[in-house]
């Protein structure tokens, strides 16, 4: 059975730094695009970012461009998003998703429950 | 740009529901099909997804759920409400970047 774990969340101070982690077993993480999605408090949801396949197709919302970094671990199948200077507004609940087959990211099926970044003096 | 109506939405149980979402443009992807998809989150729990392709329901969806719509005007509706239909509605499509989702439809019953 596939399952996507995220860890890594926690409170930072404004303009600090975090890495989030997504573990995922019951499949290998390569064979498909990843995505980050995110959810601030009472809020709806927000695409965050996007890795292919072959890893050489990188997408980013325009409100993180530039300061967070979608990777992934081929050997300990685990999706990452570093996360530098961070603001208030990137206060959410990330989630890491998983779409049906291979880089189809208009069908992102599988979801895991997330982890929350709180961003706070 | 998603644009979801209505943004709240009071139902009697055994009712039909209706929930719109409208896109600034045609969600069409290059092989063909219209990647817009339609979520269901309840309190405190992940999205999961009702809806895939426009029409097609996802594996243990009751089928009281279905989703129409071509061009840039969709539709999920509810034929009959449960009680377990409560919570937040999403929109969503993934045909073109960035990946966008609609503001969310809050279906609570009356």
């Known amino acids: 059975e596939m399952q996507l774990l995220e860890s890594g969340g926690r409170l930072v101070q404004p303009g600090g730094s975090l890495r989030l982690s997504c573990a995922a077993s019951?499949?290998?993480?390569?064979?498909?695009?990843m995505t980050w999605v995110r959810q601030a408090p009472r809020k709806g949801l927000e695409w965050v970012s996007t890795?292919?396949?072959?890893?050489?197709?990188?997408f980013y919302a325009d409100s993180v461009k530039g300061r967070f970094t979608i990777s992934r671990d081929r050997s300990s199948n685990t999706l990452y998003l570093e996360m530098n200077s961070l603001r208030v507004e990137d206060t959410a609940i990330y989630y890491c998703?998983?779409?049906?087959?291979?880089?189809?990211?208009?069908?992102?099926?599988?979801w895991g429950q997330g982890t929350l970044v709180t961003v706070s003096s | 740009v998603l644009t979801q109506s209505p943004l709240s939405l009071p139902v009697t149980l055994g009712q039909p529901a209706s929930i719109s979402c409208r896109a600034s443009?045609?969600?069409?992807?290059?092989?063909?099909?219209?990647?817009l998809n339609w979520f269901h989150q309840r309190p405190g729990q992940s999205p999961r997804r009702l809806i895939y392709?426009?029409?097609n329901r996802d594996s243990g969806v009751p089928d009281r759920f279905s989703g129409s719509g071509s061009g840039t005007d969709f539709t999920l509706r509810i034929s009959r409400v449960e009680a377990e239909d409560v919570g937040v509605y999403y929109c969503?499509?993934?045909?073109?970047?960035?990946?966008?989702f609609g503001e969310g439809t809050r279906v609570e019953i009356k």
């Open positions: 998703v998983r779409p049906d087959y291979g880089d189809y990211v208009g069908l992102l099926g599988y």
């Open positions: 392709k426009v029409s």
């Open positions: 969503m499509q993934g045909s073109q970047w960035p990946l966008t």
């Open positions: 443009q045609s969600p069409v992807f290059s092989d063909g099909y219209t990647y």
């Open positions: 890795i292919s396949v072959n890893g050489r197709g990188i």
């Open positions: 019951g499949f290998t993480l390569t064979t498909y695009a």
